[in-house]
Antibody
Framework: EVQLVESGGGLVQPGGSLRLSCAASGFTFSSHWMSWVRQAPGKGLEWVAT????????YYVDSVKGRFTISRDNAKNSLSLQMSNLRAEDTAVYYC????????????????WGQGTLVTLSS | QTVVTQEPSFSVSPGGTVTLTCGLGSGSVSTSYYPSWYRQTPGQAPRTLIYTTNTRFSGVPDRFSGSILGNKAALTITGAQADDESDYYC??????????FGGGTKLTVL
């Protein structure tokens, strides 16, 4: 059974940093693109960042470029999102999601999702 | 900034058919955008329905189907049921390497 379990969310001050993690199991982690998607309270979904199977390609939404870094450890079946210089508008539930297709050349959406971890910005 | 458009809300009668659409603020949607569709109920994580235009995710009933209709991606639900009430989101893949979500459609079954 595919499982994605996020952790690391919490309350942080504007300008601060936080590292989110996603533990993956039930599939060959190194064969899939992986992504982070977020949802601000009462708002829609936003694709934040995505990373290729071997970590050689990474893409970000413009609003987080230079502040967020996506990474993965295929030996540990783990995905991470390092967030720095956090802003009030980064308050959201952050979801870890897997892209469909073993060995895909692009992250063509998502198939499995985690339950999310909440990041709250507050001074 | 690419804008992906969805109907803010839609209603369908039980047993009826509804087609939700996903468009671009400028331009036409084609299979090259690899449209995908997700549903989400309050407090829950999104669930996948369709990816790469018309591939149904494992376990999704064949009442749900994806296609390109005219210049938009479309999600058609046939035989609507009460538990189809949900927010529905589409994503279009962009050449930048990351996709853009539409604003979502709140579907009511009544």
């Amino acid at each position: 059974e595919v499982q994605l379990v996020e952790s690391g969310g919490g309350l942080v001050q504007p300008g601060g940093s936080l590292r989110l993690s996603c533990a993956a199991s039930g599939f060959t982690f190194s064969s899939h693109w992986m992504s982070w998607v977020r949802q601000a309270p009462g708002k829609g979904l936003e694709w934040v960042a995505t990373i290729k199977q071997d970590g050689s390609e990474k893409y970000y939404v413009d609003s987080v470029k230079g502040r967020f870094t996506i990474s993965r450890d295929n030996a540990k079946n783990s995905l991470s999102l390092q967030m720095s210089n956090l802003r009030a508008e980064d308050t959201a539930v952050y979801y870890c999601a897997r892209a469909p297709g073993v060995g895909a050349t692009m992250a063509l959406g998502f198939d499995y999702w985690g339950q999310g971890t909440l990041v709250t910005l507050s001074s | 900034q690419t804008v992906v458009t969805q109907e803010p809300s839609f209603s369908v009668s039980p047993g009826g058919t509804v087609t939700l659409t996903c468009g671009l603020g400028s331009g036409s949607v084609s299979t090259s955008y690899y449209p995908s569709w997700y549903r989400q109920t309050p407090g829950q994580a999104p669930r996948t329905l369709i990816y790469t235009t018309n591939t149904r995710f494992s376990g999704v009933p064949d009442r749900f189907s994806g296609s390109i209709l005219g210049n938009k991606a479309a999600l058609t639900i046939t035989g609507a049921q009460a538990d189809d009430e949900s927010d529905y989101y589409c994503v279009l893949y962009m050449s930048s390497g990351i996709g853009v979500f539409g604003g979502g459609t709140k579907l009511t079954v009544l």
